[in-house]
């Protein structure tokens, strides 16, 4: 889900900040996007596809914005979808009101690939979606407030089985922030914890979640990564994560070296391996190539 304040950009794969401006000079809307290409192989199964291709419409005049972000996927199950449709009022005074289907405030690790630091999520040995931590998206209302110490979030569900999502983060110290996240669904309670720090060219950074569900296994889960600047154009991000899904434990590391060609043009290569407990099931190791191409 969408961070606002409480993001941090991705430093493997570039974002065009020159986004194109379309209608009328000055009409402040802007045209942006990207295609998102992959290869993985695990289980001695192959995919080579087209993960996601997302064009996004961005509007700004005064203190009134609004957003929309469609994804298309060359998939049997999922030809496209509507990933964010938002309108947001900025009272200037650091409060905003923000209003329609958005993405979530939990967890450092991003809905997009653009705003990842490896091609692959610290908590998807259980089989994927169905256990995953984080939230994505959902309808509703949010009121943010920021400031140059800290940032408070809250989101409220518009949807019938919804709840309410609460997140503060403190960014009063340079290149320091910490974020506490809680959400309160009737189905399920979840709550993240993460810090990142930036050292010249080192990021690190350190989550602690998890998901209480009112029917099915409870999922905690940690993680901690460095992702290192070896040059310009080459990045190296290391990670170790652990998973619990019932009785089920799962262990991640993860390497994944990644270079940027041009200014809208990055790509990543990431080495995974597991463990599993007796009562898990081995997922076996992940070998992956991505492409991404922003605009």
């Known amino acids: 889900m969408k961070k606002y304040f409480l993001s941090l950009a991705s430093l493997l794969a570039v974002l065009n900040a020159k986004a194109i401006e379309i209608g009328p000079e000055g009409s402040g809307i802007e045209l942006s996007g990207f295609v998102d290409l992959f290869f993985q192989t695990q289980k001695k199964v192959e995919t080579t596809d087209v993960s996601q291709v997302e064009i996004n419409l961005d509007f700004e005049k005064g203190p009134v914005s609004a957003s929309v972000d469609f994804d298309f996927y060359d998939s049997a199950t999922e030809g496209a979808a509507l990933e964010e449709a938002i309108i947001t009022y900025d009272f200037g005074n650091g409060f905003s009101i923000t209003g329609g289907k958005m993405l979530s405030y939990l967890g450092f690790e991003a809905y997009d690939p653009t705003d990842m630091y490896q091609y692959s999520y610290a908590y998807d040995a259980g089989g994927g979606t169905p256990h995953d931590i984080y939230d994505r998206y959902d309808d509703g209302l949010a009121v943010d407030y920021a400031s140059d110490m800290f940032s408070l979030g809250i989101f409220a569900s518009a949807e019938q089985d919804g709840g309410y999502e609460y997140a503060f ?85 993860t390497l994944s070296p990644s270079y940027v060609f041009t200014d809208n043009l990055s790509g990543l290569i990431e080495y995974s391996s597991y463990t599993a407990n007796a009562a898990g099931t081995d997922p076996g190791d992940l070998f992956a190539a991505e492409v991404i191409f922003t605009f």
């Open 169 to 253: 983060a403190f960014t009063g110290v340079e290149n320091l922030t910490i974020k506490a996240v809680m959400a309160d669904w009737d189905a399920y309670e979840t709550t993240t914890y993460w810090a990142s720090y930036r050292m010249d060219k080192l990021l690190v950074a350190v989550e602690v979640a998890e998901k209480d569900n009112t029917t099915g296994d409870d999922i905690e889960g940690w993680f901690n990564m460095g992702n290192y600047a070896v040059t310009d154009a080459m990045g190296l991000t290391i990670r170790y994560s652990e998973q619990e899904i019932g009785t089920a434990e799962y262990d991640k590391f």
